[in-house]
T-cell receptor
Framework: SQQGEEDPQALSIQEGENATMNCSYKTSINNLQWYRQNSGRGLVHLILIRSNEREKHSGRLRVTLDTSKKSSSLLITASRAADTASYFCATGSNYKLTFGKGTLLTVNP | KAGVTQTPRYLIKTRGQQVTLSCSPISGHRSVSWYQQTPGQGLQFLFEYFSETQRNKGNFPGRFSGRQFSNSRSEMNVSTLELGDSALYLC?????????????FGPGTRLLVL
């Protein structure tokens, strides 16, 4: 079963623009993570936010978490063509993760 | 440290055959988890091995099995392959300690069943 559901399913923007993806989940969590996947390859861990945190930054990434709404958002600022990938939110533990369906981000040069 | 490695990267099999996939975790990581990714079902947890024992299992039929060796390397086996088993199989490793909250993924093995 899918714990996280990303929105939108697909997003197409121009280089330099910001991209925002949203994730909703169903049960209580200890943390929520975001992963990136380039064209059907392995998943790359981007950022983890704990349930007692509201916002976290890493480079051009900004993640927010609203546990009352069971939702999170990932903002990528000043996007680049290399950011083109699928982005997944995931909840769970360090041995079992439950993923959403993902958002396919296309950044056009 | 070297990352998680998976072999082979690509496989083509026919229905009814069996297949074995291999995963070498990051050095020092004792937990290896396997996931199946398909366009229809997305990323789904198969099972997790820790210290050579299966600790957690997802909702997959018994045709999917695995094992872990003393060096933490893991293999996944799928018997009597079906067309629906065509997928990207990902493994992930973790030290499974309280201070490490995430998993690190390999590049995956893409399996095509004809």
């Amino acid at each position: 079963s899918q714990q996280g559901e990303e929105d939108p399913q697909a997003l197409s923007i121009q280089e330099g623009e910001n991209a925002t993806m949203n994730c909703s989940y169903k049960t209580s969590i200890n943390n929520l993570q975001w992963y990136r996947q380039n064209s059907g390859r392995g998943l790359v861990h981007l950022i983890l936010i704990r349930s007692n945190e509201r916002e976290k930054h890493s480079g051009r990434l900004r993640v927010t978490l609203d546990t009352s709404k069971k939702s999170s958002s990932l903002l990528i600022t000043a996007s680049r063509a290399a950011d083109t990938a699928s982005y997944f939110c995931a909840t769970g533990s360090n041995y079992k993760l439950t993923f959403g369906k993902g958002t396919l981000l296309t950044v056009n040069p | 440290k070297a990352g998680v490695t998976q072999t082979p990267r690509y496989l083509i099999k026919t229905r009814g055959q069996q297949v074995t996939l291999s995963c070498s975790p990051i050095s020092g990581h004792r937990s290896v988890s396997w996931y199946q990714q398909t366009p229809g079902q997305g990323l789904q947890f198969l099972f997790e091995y820790f210290s050579e024992t299966q600790r957690n299992k997802g909702n997959f039929p018994g045709r999917f099995s695995g094992r872990q060796f003393s060096n933490s390397r893991s293999e996944m086996n799928v018997s009597t392959l079906e067309l629906g088993d065509s997928a990207l199989y990902l493994c992930a490793s973790s030290p499974r300690t309280a201070v490490s909250e995430t998993q690190y993924f390999g590049p995956g093995t893409r399996l095509l069943v004809l």
